[in-house]
């Protein structure tokens, strides 16, 4: 589907290239950040619905899809907040939200703990909540590696259903065309931060309207977890949706939009 698709792009923020797809191009500026080893173009199919009310600004983080990538670049948290930061000046964007899911969800909370007027609110899907001393993600680092170096080898949809067994044909062949371009060390380095960067920091500092989207299936946040992030930012709404895993738009993609509800417009 490229109905919504406006263009692909490519800017110069915070010294590296940034690519991003902008999607319907009408309401307030939203800026889609995916997770670990998910290219801006896989994320797609969900900024297609959400360009039917927002702007939609889908970014590759550095180190994935289009962006700039390589040994030279730091590919900590505080390096790809800043990014973010970066790409919102440099595009002018007034107030936008910011839409995480998973390690995007933790870059939008460092962003806007970072440069709170920049933003509006902060959409968090599903984001991973260990840390120091807390329940290890519940993903295993040779999932994601394993299946970056076969795609660099080169590997069809049929390969990659070993790694994702419940996902449509095709969203299988738009991860196995783009995840070589998740450059593994980038992809370790993030996998190691989710234990060692507790973002439960950041909760009490977060002064922006959040959402905290659950899986229901997905293992990576336990209610104690959510009685825990609602300790430390009272304001912050949570909605879950029962019947998806971690990637919730991939399991239920009517329920994602039901859960985001018009968070996003308030």
């Known amino acids: 589907m490229t109905g919504n698709l406006l263009y692909g792009a490519n800017i110069f923020a915070n010294d590296i ?4 797809l902008r999607y319907g191009g009408k309401g307030r500026p939203v800026i889609l950040i995916p997770g670990i080893t998910s290219p801006a173009v896989t994320w797609g199919f969900v900024a297609e619905r959400l ?29 790809m907040a800043e990014d973010v ?26 962003a806007s703990t970072s440069a709170e007027a920049s933003f509006s609110r902060l959409a968090l899907i599903d ?25 660099v080898k080169g590997i069809d949809a049929e390969g990659m259903r070993a790694f994702c067994p419940t996902w449509t044909d095709e969203q299988l062949k738009l991860r ?11 992809i370790v380095t993030a996998f190691e931060d989710f234990h060692k960067d507790d973002i439960f920091a950041d909760l009490p500092k977060l002064a922006r309207p959040a959402m ?13 977890d959510e009685d825990e992030v609602r300790s430390l930012c009272p304001t912050i709404e949570i909605v879950r949706v029962p019947n ?21 417009s308030r």
């Open 176 to 186: 196995a065309e783009w995840l070589h371009t998740c450059y593994e060390p980038a």
């Open 127 to 151: 984001p991973p909540v260990s840390g120091p001393g807390r329940r290890p993600y519940p993903s295993k680092l040779p999932w994601y590696v394993d299946s970056i170096r076969l795609s």
């Open 212 to 224: 905290l989207m659950v899986a229901g299936r997905g293992g990576v946040i336990e209610p104690v």
């Open 17 to 20: 290239r940034q690519h991003y």
């Open 51 to 79: 360009a039917e009310r927002y702007d939609v600004y889908a970014v590759d983080v550095r180190g994935r899809g289009l962006s700039s990538t390589g040994p030279d670049l730091d590919y900590g948290l505080d390096s």
């Open 85 to 110: 930061i970066a790409f919102a000046q440099a595009l002018d964007l007034d107030s936008p939200a910011l839409l995480g899911h998973s390690m995007g969800a933790r870059i939008a909370m460092r």
């Open 244 to 264: 998806a895993g971690h990637m919730i738009p991939w399991d239920d993609f009517e329920g994602f939009f039901t859960a985001l509800g018009d968070f996003l």
